[in-house]
């Protein structure tokens, strides 16, 4: 009887890991444009890195799939569809580890994450904001303001020149 109630302590733990990892909410799609967030974009490779002062006063990276990486490299525009290109933020901290080596306070790491975006490239689904989609995620669910969402294809109408593109490819060293 005792280790009846072991396995069914068990198999309840079980239903319920798999009952939260269902309901995680990566499968919820952001406002606006219906975009999820892609299963593996942490394990894309990195376009770039950007630092970003004022309001925002971040540290961001600048990932993209494979289809983003071969445009990049090719120097393809307007970027083909398929392009997904993930920006994700965090605050940013001193990092006393790091300064104790230098000697000096000279260093910052990530902090808390703040949110991840994405560009999703689609010309005809997305066409009336040039062929792109957007979405914004914090604590991995959708940023629920629509009108948030409204606001990023005017930001990016400045450099259609670069397919609404800010971020270029970094240089390799």
């Not at 069914?8 to 799609?29: K, N």
């Not at 606006?32 to 974009?41: Q, T, V």
């Not at 398929?82 to 230098?102: C, L, M, Q």
Request: aromatic share 12%; net charge positive.
């Amino acid at each position: 009887m005792k280790r009846f109630c072991i396995l069914q302590a068990i198999a309840m733990c079980a239903v319920a890991l798999l009952t939260f990892a269902a309901s995680r909410s990566d499968d919820e799609a952001a406002p606006l444009f219906g975009i999820k967030i892609p299963p593996d974009y942490r394990d894309w490779k990195l376009i770039s890195v950007a630092h970003e002062e004022g309001n925002l006063n971040d540290i961001r990276a600048l990932l993209g799939n494979d289809v983003a990486i071969k445009a990049y490299r090719e120097g393809k525009l307007p970027f083909p569809d398929g392009t997904i290109i993930a920006r994700i933020a965090w605050s940013y901290v001193p990092s006393e580890e790091n300064d104790k080596v230098f000697g000096r306070s000279q260093s910052f790491v990530a902090g808390s994450a703040t949110n991840v975006q994405f560009m999703v490239k689609d010309s005809k689904k997305y066409a009336a904001t040039g062929g792109w989609g957007f979405a914004q995620f914090k604590n991995g669910k959708p940023d629920a303001d629509a009108k948030l969402l409204k606001t990023c294809f005017p930001c990016h109408e400045p450099i259609k020149a670069r397919d609404y593109v800010f971020t270029q490819y970094a240089p390799n060293p």
